[in-house]
């Protein structure tokens, strides 16, 4: 699992559906949905369930994006700690 598939799941979750997200991201459909097959594939899991364009998260897909948001929280929190480091603090 990929943080970048993690970020484009927060993204879907929150547009509630592939376009929005993806413009969001400034990527094309095409990529953000096979960000989403990606996870699929590696997790074993379908973390949606597809109502024509729209999306609503599986329990199971609810779980991983609730930690998914954790993890993303975190490694934000990383990524400001480097750059205090960075800058002499």
Request: charged fraction near 25%.
């Amino acid at each position: 699992m990929k943080l970048d598939q993690l970020r484009v799941l927060r993204a879907v979750v929150e547009a509630g559906s592939v376009k929005p997200a993806a413009e969001s991201l400034h990527r094309t459909q095409p990529a953000v949905s096979q960000a989403l097959k990606a996870l699929e594939v590696q997790t074993g899991t379908e973390p949606f369930d597809r109502f024509g364009s729209r999306l609503e998260l599986t329990p199971v897909g609810r779980r991983v994006y609730l930690q998914s948001l954790q993890v993303l929280s975190e490694v934000e929190d990383l990524n400001q700690l480097v750059r205090l480091f960075d800058k002499g603090h």
